[in-house]
């Protein structure tokens, strides 16, 4: 679990998020959404340890992150899996090589068990038979697929995604919604994602955040997003007339 107590920073004299309060279950995935410029992208590095709090504290399962000994800090970084925004493969190296790289870095397993994890979670990810190719080889969707492979092949606790859809068709993007929240309910890891795609938030959004100017505004599941009449969130989630026309037949069947 994830727990985020009224959460400060910012740069200089701009104040970026204003007291965050925020808990994230494990097996649950956790979208975090708002405007260009809410604060989402400094919440998500917040979390991951980029940006140090100004005020406030982020503890995983009951360790406060700014109070990490070198050692914690290094077990810690272990137990994180991170999807980036654009997939951040290595270019020059296979998948294979790719997706063993967290293993050579932080485990002293030999070449065999290394191997034996990264077909594992090549098979999980749909991808068996591409070890051998680069990332150019392959399509935006199976390069995603490969950065979630990368991501569990550590087999983390605290999964977090920075727009994992972006740059995908809708049918491949909703692939891969699914993928990261049948994987985050295989392996109960507590899983957040930043993202703008308003499919993600209806299709695997279990809890929802909304930021609004460094504040949340908002919190509850996709169900009660259709629900809210909270004017802020309507007008940002339903602000097309598929999505509005989604929420008036939700609204009317359940009258
Ligand atoms: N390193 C930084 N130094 C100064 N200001 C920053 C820094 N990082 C972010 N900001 C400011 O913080 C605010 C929030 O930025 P952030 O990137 O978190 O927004 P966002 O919600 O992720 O937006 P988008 O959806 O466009 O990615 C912006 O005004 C941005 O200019």
Redesign the pocket.
């Known amino acids: 679990m994830i727990e985020v107590k009224n959460l400060h920073k910012g740069?200089g004299d701009?104040k970026?998020l204003k007291g965050i309060n925020a808990t994230f279950h494990p097996g649950k995935t956790n979208l975090i959404i708002?405007?260009?410029?809410?604060?989402?992208?400094?919440?998500l590095k917040s979390l991951i340890g980029l940006h140090a709090p100004e005020e406030g504290t982020i503890s995983f399962d009951g360790r406060i992150n700014t109070k990490f000994t070198i050692e914690e800090k290094r077990q810690w970084r272990q137990e994180i899996g991170m999807v980036f925004q654009g997939s951040a493969l290595f270019d020059s190296q296979t998948v294979e090589e790719n997706v063993m790289f967290p293993l050579k870095m932080f485990t002293k397993k030999s070449q065999a068990e290394m191997l034996e994890r990264v077909n594992f979670v090549l098979d999980r990810v749909n991808l068996e038979n591409s070890n051998t190719k680069l990332p150019a080889e392959l399509s935006g969707g199976m390069q995603k697929r490969v950065a979630i492979a990368r991501a569990i092949v550590m087999n983390p606790k605290y999964l977090f995604c920075d727009e994992p859809n972006s740059g995908l068709d809708p049918q491949t993007a909703t692939v891969i919604d699914n993928l990261i929240q049948e994987i985050t309910d295989e392996y109960q890891i507590t899983t957040v994602i930043?993202t703008?795609d308003m499919n993600s938030v209806m299709e695997i959004g279990e809890k929802i955040l909304f930021?609004k100017d460094g504040k949340k505004e908002w919190e509850g599941s996709s169900e009660d997003m259709l629900k809210t009449d909270n004017k802020i969130v309507v007008d940002f989630v339903y602000s097309s007339n598929l999505f509005k026309k989604v929420r008036e037949a939700y609204l009317n069947e359940t009258k």
């Not at 708002?34 to 919440?43: D, E, I, M, N, R």
């Open positions: 740069f701009v970026v708002g405007q260009s410029g809410a604060g989402k992208t400094v919440f930043n703008h930021l």
